[in-house]
RNA sequence: GCUGUGAUGGUGUAGAGGUUAGCACGGUAGGUUGUGGUCCUGCCAGCCCGGGUUCAAUUCCCGGUCACGGCCCCA
């Protein structure tokens, strides 16, 4: 038996139905926020992803030669295709830029519940304008679209590289540098929490340990919007600059105009979301349901495009939404409170058997096809049983209504409609419209 | 990269060193009823793969594959 390579998925029909209904969901608050939909290929050069973020990339890449040896990749993610494609087909459109996407993308690496190496992400990029106003108008398509699928006892954690970056150099440190640079490598440490680890760097770099005091006081502060008031007085105390904290600030006070609220809003001055080019705003979704795989969604401002020759498009700001993710939260939640639709909107659209019954088929043939040509689901009947077998099998299918005709109907000019939820039955005129009255 | 658990029809499961490998759902064919979540009958379909131990392995052992967890990582 040769089976569906690992860390790969079929999607039966029902399972594609909700995954459609999802798609379908997202796409359509994207819409609403202007975001339009753009599509790049599977496979790019794989100098693409090495340029974004290092050589160390490629043994989780599906890199391969094709015939003529150009080295290629599947795509491990969306941002820099959709980056390369706007330096190469939208240069001369006019800015800023909202797009959307939503693609399948490969990463080699052990699957487990919620990491597959072929995955699907949803994400926008706001392409060509930047501050506060154009982040919070991302975060609120995000928060949009978690609050329109339902997901419930979700978090988000917001912060912004900028503070820590201006705290990290006023103690001392240097952003540049050959390999990691040292404020970098500072962030990593803040991040995972490693407080000796910090504590050593900085001695390694010539600095007091004590300079970490301030640090740790930052990445101490617990809670939402209002830890921003004490994290200035520490930046104040430290002598570090609080612009960075003020854009966060006039941030989160346009996206409770803006947005849903949040079930939990976090601030966190110390993610750092391990990337270089993010270099403002960063915030990522967490969802405890999901445990060790809990991030759905992340983003921030980042700085890419001089990358591509368009240095005046940075940075730009867009999150990526892990698609299978979202699904698998909303399905444990949806088992948990004994929910039948999971994604709103699933739930098949109104479906009709039409069952002749002992006469020629030719009778209701134009019937399948008006309804058809009027937009209503039709399907004919091609088993052919006993009336008992076919409504059996028309419920087991999710029909909404079974349309019988038999050689007495055929005689009287009617046929029998039955709807398959309430069992109820009505003898209605055979003809088109007064079919569809129906239905 | 480290590590733990598991694998029996399509699904969910029972089972034992020697069984016709059981059950339920499902699928399918038919019987009964001009009206379904019935009833009856038949059929379909399984011990993940490769080695080893043994007279005998689906069962025990080793390896692989796949799945699910815990760390690491996560553009």
Same mark, same amino acid.
């Given at each position: 038996m040769v089976q569906r390579p690992r860390g790969t998925r079929d999607f039966t029909p029902a399972v594609m139905n909700r995954r459609l209904a999802f798609e379908n969901l997202l796409e359509s608050?994207?819409?609403?926020?202007?975001?339009?939909?753009?599509? +790049?290929?599977? =496979? %790019?050069?794989? !100098?693409?992803?090495?340029?974004?973020?290092?050589?160390?990339?490629?043994?989780?890449?599906?890199?391969?030669? /094709?015939?003529?040896?150009? !080295? #290629?990749t599947l795509r491990p993610e969306l941002t820099a295709p959709v980056m390369r494609m706007i330096s190469e087909e939208m240069r001369s459109s006019p800015k800023p830029l909202r797009l959307s996407y939503f693609g399948q993308c490969f990463r080699y690496e052990e699957s487990k519940k919620g990491r597959y190496r072929e995955f =699907?992400?949803?994400?926008?990029?706001l392409i060509g304008s930047s501050g506060p106003l154009a982040e919070a108008e991302v975060i609120a398509t995000a928060l949009d679209m978690l609050d329109a699928c339902g997901l419930a006892d979700w978090e988000l954690v917001i912060g912004h590289v900028g503070v820590l970056r201006d705290a990290l150099t006023s103690i001392g440190l240097s952003s540049e540098g050959e390999g990691e640079p040292p404020v970098a490598s500072a962030m990593r440490l803040l991040d995972k929490g490693d407080w000796d680890g910090l504590a050593e760097f900085l001695v390694s770099q010539g600095i007091a340990a004590s300079a970490g005091d301030g640090l740790r006081a930052l990445s101490g502060l617990d809670g939402g919007s209002e830890t921003l008031t004490q994290a200035k007085t520490i930046l104040d105390e430290m002598g570090v600059s609080s612009s960075s904290l003020d854009e966060l600030g006039q941030l989160l006070s346009i996206l409770e105009m803006l947005a849903p609220t949040p079930p939990s809003l976090k601030v966190?001055?110390?993610?750092?979301r391990g990337l270089d080019y993010y270099t403002g705003m960063v915030f990522e979704v967490?969802?405890? %349901?999901?445990? @060790?795989?809990?991030?759905? $969604?992340?983003? @921030? *401002?980042?700085r890419l495009l001089h990358l591509f020759g368009l240095d005046d498009l940075d940075p730009s700001c867009g999150f990526g939404l892990?698609? /299978?993710?979202?699904?698998?939260?909303? %399905?444990?939640q949806g088992e948990r409170d004994g929910r039948s639709e999971i994604v709103p909107g699933e739930s098949a659209a109104p479906? +009709? $058997?039409? #069952?002749? =019954?002992?006469?020629?088929?030719?009778?209701?043939?134009?019937?399948?096809?008006?309804?058809? /040509? *009027?937009?209503h689901s039709a399907e004919l !009947?091609?088993? @052919?049983?006993?009336?008992?077998?076919? $409504?059996?099998?028309?419920?087991?299918?999710?029909f909404t209504s079974v349309v019988i005709i038999g050689p007495q109907d055929l005689e009287n000019g009617v046929c029998s409609i039955k709807n398959l939820s309430s069992g109820e039955q009505q003898s209605v005129a055979l003809s088109l419209d007064a079919v569809l009255a129906v239905l």
């Open positions: 608050k994207a819409r609403t926020h202007g975001f339009k939909r753009v599509q +790049t290929p599977i =496979f %790019e050069s794989l !100098d693409l992803f090495t340029a974004k973020s290092g050589p160390g990339v490629v043994k989780q890449l599906y890199a391969f030669q /094709d015939k003529s040896e150009r !080295d #290629l =699907f992400q949803y994400g926008i990029e966190n001055l110390c993610v750092a967490n969802v405890a %349901e999901l445990g @060790g795989e809990g991030q759905v $969604l992340g983003g @921030g *401002s980042y892990g698609f /299978d993710r979202v699904l698998l939260a909303l %399905e444990a479906s +009709t $058997l039409i #069952l002749p =019954f002992r006469i020629d088929v030719g009778n209701v043939l134009p019937l399948v096809k008006g309804l058809r /040509d *009027s937009g !009947d091609l088993r @052919g049983k006993n009336i008992g077998k076919s $409504l059996d099998w028309a419920a087991k299918n999710g």
